[in-house]
C-alpha cells in the first residue's frame, strides 16, 4: 500500500490509505538593499553564501481511513497524536524511495457520518531533502534511479603513489569530509590540505556540487570521501 514511512514505521501499518501528497517549493532568503539613486535594488540573494538559501517547506499527506465507530476514529487520532505530533521526524515517500526528509509533524483527523476518518500529517521540513544513502554506503537498487541517479562510492578508494579522483557531487553543493590510512596532500579545488591519518577531516571552503570535482592526492594510502546528497 503506498505512503510513507515516519521513523521506520510505515503508515500502512495503520491502515492509513494515502489520497494525496502535497510538497510545496521553499520560498528563497533574497537579500535586497535599497541605494539613494538607483531606481533598482541591490540583489545580494547570492552574495553572502554564494548560491541561494530557502526558508522551510511544508509536506502534507492526507490519508483516508475506514471506522465503523467514534471511538475508534478517537482512538487511532489518539495514538498517532501520541506517536508523531509536535516531534521531529524522518519522512520517506514511497514514490521517492532514495530520500528522506526531516522537520516536525503536526496530525489532525476528522471523521465523517458515513464512517470514514480522514487524517492529515503536515511536515514543517527543512528545505532541502537527503539522500538515504551517504557515499560510504553499499548501494541498493531497489531505490536507485536509473533516471537521475548517479552511483557514489567513495569508500576505501587505493592511491597508488598519486592519484585524481573525480568526485561527482550533490545537486546541492555540501562539504566533503575525507579519511586517509596515512598522513598526505590532496589538492582539490586550487586549495591544498595536509590530511593527518586515520582521523575524519571537514574540508573547510570546499563543496562538491553537481560538476565534477578533482580530488589529487600525493603518496600512497587508501581514502574515503564521505558526503550525503542534499536536493530541492
Known sequence: MI????????????????TGCEIASPEPITHMISIPG???????????????????????FAFDHPQDTTAKFQGLLAYLNNLYHGRRVKVIIDS?????????????????????????????????????????????????????????????????????ITVIGSPVPVTPKIKVSKAMTLVVAGKSFSLAANAWQRLAGVKVGREPTLFAFTDTGVVSIEFREESL
Do not use: Q
Open 3 to 18: 505512503g510513507i514511512k515516519i521513523d521506520g514505521k510505515h503508515t500502512s501499518d495503520f491502515g492509513l490509505i494515502m
Open 38 to 60: 538607483r531606481p533598482t535594488e541591490l540583489d545580494l540573494t547570492e552574495s553572502i553564501y554564494g548560491r541561494v538559501t530557502y526558508k522551510p517547506r511544508t509536506l502534507k
Open 96 to 164: 521517492d524511495p532514495g530520500w528522506y526528509w526531516v522537520g516536525r509533524m503536526s496530525v489532525a483527523g476528522s471523521k465523517d457520518k458515513k464512517g470514514l476518518a480522514n487524517f492529515v500529517l503536515t511536515l514543517a521540513a527543512e528545505p532541502y531533502k537527503y539522500a538515504v544513502l551517504s557515499t560510504l554506503d553499499d548501494w541498493l537498487w531497489d531505490s536507485f534511479s536509473f533516471r537521475t541517479g548517479v552511483i557514489r562510492n567513495y569508500k576505501n578508494l587505493s592511491i597508488p603513489e598519486s592519484k585524481v
